[in-house]
């Protein structure tokens, strides 16, 4: 655990999870005033929750849309879908009676705070979510491995992996009918394993910094509450 007082997580969202279910992208009110609703009611448990959101339900810099592009400017079109969630998840938070911040890491005063460490941190202090959008402001970084970053500056004590997979499995689930869920596993398992759950830059700057991570379903409605709280669904990384 870190030095401050109350338990403080970085929730990791994925952009996927967002998408309209018919469609399969854009942004689906109803998901999202769901994990608005839930972050709320986990907040009641004296949390400090701070969040990145994904952006592949509107562009991912390494999607077939992206083709013949060049990288570094598709990835900050990335950057900018990850910014037009993070505006969604604040409209549905502040409705829900959550004083919310977005930090861009690119700036865009009339949308969002520029990113900075400690007036984030002084943020969370006072009960606020803090939305951390845009990435890192570099392409050829995934939101993962920003929610790794933002997680060791704030001083988290775990970064929550929030996708539509409920764990990490030994094997895959999708080709092996006995693929097992596994409770916990380390951060050199995980490596070891060339698992694709999560970045790999990302699992090993948490490694480094003893940050936990914690992977589990989104999708199953109340689980970002459970694991905001602490309970243990899914997988732990540590």
Do not use: W
């Amino acid at each position: 655990m870190s030095d401050h007082s109350k338990r403080r997580v970085l929730l990791k969202l994925s952009g996927e999870a967002f998408a309209d279910p018919a469609l399969g992208y854009g942004i689906d009110p109803m998901t999202v005033q769901r994990v608005a609703e839930e972050v709320a009611e986990a907040l009641a448990s004296d949390v400090e929750v701070a969040v990145v959101v994904g952006g592949g339900n509107i562009f991912r810099g390494v999607s077939q849309a992206a083709a013949g592009m060049d990288p570094a400017n598709a990835d900050y079109m990335g950057m900018l879908a990850t910014v037009i969630n993070a505006l969604a998840l604040r409209d549905a938070l502040e409705n829900q009676g959550v004083t919310t911040r977005v930090q861009s890491a690119i700036t865009m005063q009339e949308l969002a705070e520029p990113y900075i460490r400690l007036r984030a941190i002084r943020h969370l202090e006072k009960g606020r979510v803090v939305i951390f959008a845009a990435g890192t402001g570099n392409p050829f970084f995934t939101t993962d491995t920003t929610a790794a970053l933002r997680a060791i500056e704030i001083n988290a004590d775990e970064l929550l992996k929030a996708s539509r997979v409920d764990g990490i499995y030994d094997s895959d689930p999708a080709i092996n009918d006995d693929a097992s869920l596994m409770s916990e596993l380390s951060y050199m398992d995980f490596i070891g394993r060339e698992l694709r759950v999560m970045d790999t830059t990302a699992v090993t700057m948490c490694k480094e910094h003893n940050v936990p991570i914690h992977v589990f379903d989104m999708t199953v409605p109340g689980n970002i509450v459970k694991a905001v709280r602490g309970d243990r669904i899914g997988t732990v990384v540590h």
